[in-house]
């Protein structure tokens, strides 16, 4: 029963994060959307963060763990409510003549027949893409080799983002007889500031650093864009990403005072924020007719790495030491860039000889 709903809520829980890059592109200019993706993934990448952080807050003065549930109850309840406030229709098919456009409406109602999908459905034959078209678009996206690359690296990244949640979660919380730290509720929650202060931190430096890169790019070619120049973030995101899980790792491995993981998990999720605005900004700058395809593909991998790492991330530590498995992970991380300097040499060639999506 409780895995069934698991699944039935993963399925409509991804809905968001599938379709946000689309929202950007709707709404903003070019010049605009790495900073947007930028606070949209400070979003989502300290929402795994927030979760345990506010649930063991909750238990931790409540002893109920019924309670951490309530919490994630009401937490959906007012996104539901700030969508039926706020949110509207952002698609806009331009290959219609205004006279073809179908009418929206104003107020409140017509808005929320847009919301909660009537407006669609009503103008789905004329308006949108069929079933069968949206799926091949995105079967045509991950036969890309551009698209396949980055987000091969991108899951050889992520992973260890949620990995890090759960060893940490069970060592903090052993008993210091057992080879735990013996941290209570209240101190497991407040252990879980430390990568959402990198990941805040990371969206500081990429807010400038990001645009830096791509004025920089067109200042010295003549006033031509590559969406290649994205990727040199991904260079420098790999270094604290690295850092940070030898920290971790020898942390653990040697039971170190509790600052050599606060440090290390703050490095290891600065670099994860940069690398998932480069990763997104960089594909929706390669193939800007697909944005909703590109952001579920990512989500995808994203997904697949994150919640794969739960089967065997502390039984791997446990077995061969939390030194070994967190410096393999940083090796793969390490690998990753790889397959970016490929894209990052080839790319434009690659994206050239397999065309853009239509």
């Known amino acids: 029963m409780f895995m069934g709903v698991r699944a039935i809520q993963g399925l409509f829980l991804t809905s968001g994060q599938t379709i946000a890059i689309a929202f950007i592109k709707d709404i903003f200019f070019f010049h605009e959307r790495a900073r947007k993706i930028g606070l949209w993934a400070l979003m989502y990448i300290t929402s795994p963060y927030w979760g345990p952080l506010l649930a063991n807050f909750v238990i931790g003065q409540t002893h109920q763990w019924q309670d951490a549930f309530w919490l994630g109850v009401g937490v959906n309840g007012i996104s539901l409510l700030l969508i039926l406030a706020f949110l509207d229709e952002t698609w806009y098919n331009r290959e219609l003549p205004d006279s073809e456009q179908p009418p929206r409406g104003q107020g409140f109602f017509h808005r929320l027949l847009r919301v909660t999908g009537v407006w669609q ?25 551009v698209i396949l690359l980055i987000l091969l690296a991108y899951f050889m990244c992520f992973a260890w983002a949620i990995g890090v949640n759960i060893s940490t979660a069970i060592l903090f919380g052993l008993p210091r007889e057992l080879g735990g730290y013996g941290y209570n509720f209240t101190q497991l929650g407040c252990l879980h500031f430390a990568p959402i202060v990198g990941v805040f931190l990371g969206e500081i430096f990429g807010h400038f650093f990001n645009d830096h890169l791509a004025r920089r790019y067109v200042r010295k070619h003549n006033g031509v864009f590559e969406p290649e120049a994205r990727l040199i973030t991904i260079y420098i995101s790999a270094v604290p990403m690295i850092a940070g899980l030898v920290l971790m790792g020898q942390g653990l491995h040697k039971h170190l005072s509790v600052a050599a993981i606060v440090v290390g998990w703050g490095m290891h999720a600065f670099g994860i924020m940069l690398t998932s605005v480069a990763v997104a900004s960089y594909l929706l700058d390669a193939y800007p007719s697909a944005p909703a395809e590109v952001c579920g593909l990512t989500n995808v991998f994203r997904a697949l790495s994150g919640f794969s790492v739960g089967y065997y991330q502390q039984p791997w530590g446990a077995k061969v030491g939390y030194d070994v498995s967190f410096g393999t992970q940083a090796a793969i991380v390490a690998a990753s860039m790889i397959l970016i300097a490929i894209v990052h040499r080839f790319g434009h060639g690659l994206r050239l000889k397999f065309g853009q999506i239509r």
């Open 121 to 145: 459905i009503m103008h789905h034959s004329t308006y949108f893409e069929s079933f069968y078209d949206a799926f091949k678009r995105v079967l045509l996206i991950l036969a890309k080799p």
